[in-house]
């Protein structure tokens, strides 16, 4: 519970520490190895920042980055074409993307491209995309180069790096890489931002009971 | 065997916060020279002293040999001057009382345990009272005590020992006490002008003889909250640089019993009084927060200026569980009720703790609610008094509730201002609930999903009103052991609950009849018999994905239905997540260790699971959930999996159907896919990109990925080689009236599509294409579903 501590409360473990949240959601095709890219992230990172979550489809984690903390909701997505449709639900108010490829099947990797666009097109307008072209401990079985998927996140503005969830390579990397790119202004008490607000101002009470007492 | 650390004396009982210190375990030992006395005491000697003392007074004698601890000698009560001995077993470093298994790493623990649980003791071991008083300033002087002033529990002479140095402390208490319901408080500033002669005067002559005769239940209970009270006190101290100790000084409190009452000249003790009181227990954490709203100005203006004085105020509360009968009574948090027979701890690792979940606390608000205002003849002074007073008892009361049950307190005081006749936020509620049954039965209102985000705002600005009651305020920065998201979910909890349950009936009759019009029932009905034969190979699921057992199926059935009953979507959410990890449980079940199973997988078992379910009221229930769920909830956990039962209900009533007419699935694929630009997308734009694709699939390699309207856009004038597949589909795809071909063309691919990614991805594509020409027709839909994934 210590990494949902915020910052505007005086009992956290790390009161010093500005604590941002993000959003992350994962794309790319099924069996590319988005959940277990993610685990293996998770898994890599120091217990106390970790969320128990009741299943792999949805994780939290942070990472400590110099003063800041960032914590990831990372929500996965399920890969398979049939339900694409409902991927605008999952990337909605998403701050954060990894579109994952496997470097073995070139089909995969057009796929995320396809995932690149359209979340360019239709996500948050400041959304950190990272590309990530996993199982490149399969090297002998490479089919889609690094050069080519270089040039294409190069082209595209997309954090690139080649990973292995089997053998970490790059894993902490690239969520890191993605850490650093984000804007750090403080998301972590919207909520309680707002009830202070709600205590400011004068206007809520008269107004809620207007818009009630309006209705009738 | 208990685990005690020798560190700072504390005993690692898994009590609430590990930062708490036992200051009365320190003040044992501070002087354990008087109540483990040395060389002149004998076993003779001890029980000479200890004749005649309340029952639970007690001295260890020392072994004239080996200078080890080796009796203890307790008086069973004064009726016949009983003194019990009990042996005292050291084992190297541990000590334990020969009948009993429990083991103390040192003497000071032993007597504080038992001081707790009698266990074996025929009584507890009873604490003198005035050792509360001790504090930083006068701590060494507790080694000089003697034996016979440790004896001393009258308070007389020992409190003033104590405390007459600082005698304007006294000054700082408050006294509510209980008699018929009734109570009574006294302000500090009374006590300050008048002194509190008057209060403590009849109190001294109280004979002991009358405590009741359930006295040692008593004890036990009361023993035990001055155990907590105890933690909280030095915790508060620790916290706060300058200790209230001037205020510990007047903990004047007593336990509470019956027995008490008449020790108060203000209200006389009436003859159907109830037997017993109920000390409430305070909550350390809380207290510790009182110096913050002092700080933060959110006190009401009627608070003392020192908020301290409410933190010492809240510590004297707790050390009134001191079993002294005799004592002032000062300062004193009793109420009518029931004693609750506090939990025997088994040992010592499991301690009062269990006790923090057994006490209810919430009446207090509610008594101090409904009685403060009550009249009171015989103690103007009091009732002139009290509304000085009630604001800063009130952050008491808070301080004192705590931990204990904070979402019954909230809910509690929540539905009390619900219910005060002409309040601002009672007035409130009845607009609401009055506006909602209105509203959503109007014939030509606006359509569900419109109704709900209404109501969800109604629900806000509720929210904020109730914000702005000092006394939620203060309620709310009392709970510090809980994330805002947490404490956000509590006040909607209680919201809910005044102003969502009358309603929800009603809201899920608006819903039903928003789905029923809009045709969702009715596509959910008809793809459910076309999908249920599905497997989870059908859905898309991985191989070696487990699904639920008819037993776990039966379960998830069961907790729908608990899901549906619930009133609050928070709870709904609750019930939801219990369901998905029991998926989770089952897709597992008989999996390789170590496979992971995502969403690629999850998906697909939750959506198997709904087409066993009753995907009506599911639907129901999301719609729910969804529009009624503070935004703020919709992220998290919670969020994602509210999100993927949205999701998967979704893909159940879009799901296109082999022979059927697939224009419905298109316009609700669409409006998912489109929800981002509704506004700026256009019929003419989709028609263009309909002649782009044509060009597109005589040159585009890349047509898997290409499944979005944008994409075919882009991509449409890269050239790339052409799929033999496609190549046949160019004609069709050329207008609209293409459409039919197309169908046929989907419904081969569908059955081929674990055969042929690039077939299925095709497919997709051209149904993006069919969306752009049914965007207009899509559009109404677009709003009505998916109000709540719109942009802000």
Known sequence: MSSRTSGGRSNGTLPQTKICQFKLVLLGDMAVGKSSLVLRFVKGQFDEFQETTIGAAFLAQSVCLDDTTVKFEIWDTAGQERYHSLAPMYYRGAQAAIVVFDITKPETFERAKAWVKELQRQASPNIVIALAGNKADLAEKRLVEYEEAQTYAEDTGLLFMETSAKTAMNVNELFLAIAKKMPKTDTQNPTHAARHRGVNLQDPDAHSTRACCGGN | MAVHSQVNGTTAIPWRSSRRRLSLLEQLKGCQEAWCPGAPWDREGAHAAICGAPAGSFLVVRDSVTSQPSVLCVSAGEENGAIVDYTIKSTGKAFQLSES?????????????????????????????????????????????????????????????MTQREPETVMCSIQLTSTNGALCIINPLYLHEHGDDWLTQRVSMAPAAKQPTNYRRERRLSTTRTWAGSGLTKRAVSLDQEPSATLMESSGLTRAKSADSPHCPQIPLTADTPGGVVLRRPSQDSAISLPHRGSTGSLPPSTPTTPRNSLGAALDLQRQGSPVPQSPHRVSWIEDGVWLPPPRPSSLLQPPSLELDSLSISSIEEEQESQMPSPSPHHPSAHRLADKVKNRLSAVSQALGGLVCQKKRLTNRVQELSDRKGGLFAEAVKGFVEMTLKRGADPDGVTGSEFLQEVRALLTSLRETLLDFPEIQMLLDSITDLSDAEIDSLVELSLHKVALKPVSVHIYSCIRTSRTNDGTFKRLQSNLSLLEKNGMEELGGSAGVGIPDSASLERIQQRWTTMHEAYSPNKKVQILLKVCKSIYHSMTANASSGQIFGADDFLPCLTWVLLRSDVLTLQLDTDYMMELLDPTQLQGEGGYYLTTLYAALYYISSFQPRLAARQLSVEAQHSLNQWHRRRTLHCNQSRRSMHRRTIRRQTCRERGPQNSETETENKGESGRETDPDESQQQTESSSSEALQPLREEMEREQEGEHQSETAHQEEVMRNEQADRQTLCRAEEEDKRGLEWIKEE
């Open chain 2, 101 to 161: 298994r429990l083991s103390f790493s040192d003497l000071a623990q032993l007597v504080f345990f038992y001081s707790l649980t009698r266990d074996v003791l025929a009584v507890c071991l009873s604490i003198p009272r005035w050792i509360y008083g001790v504090t930083d300033k006068n701590k060494d002087r507790l080694s000089q005590l003697e034996p016979k002033t440790w004896l001393c529990s009258s308070a007389d002479q020992c409190t003033d020992e």
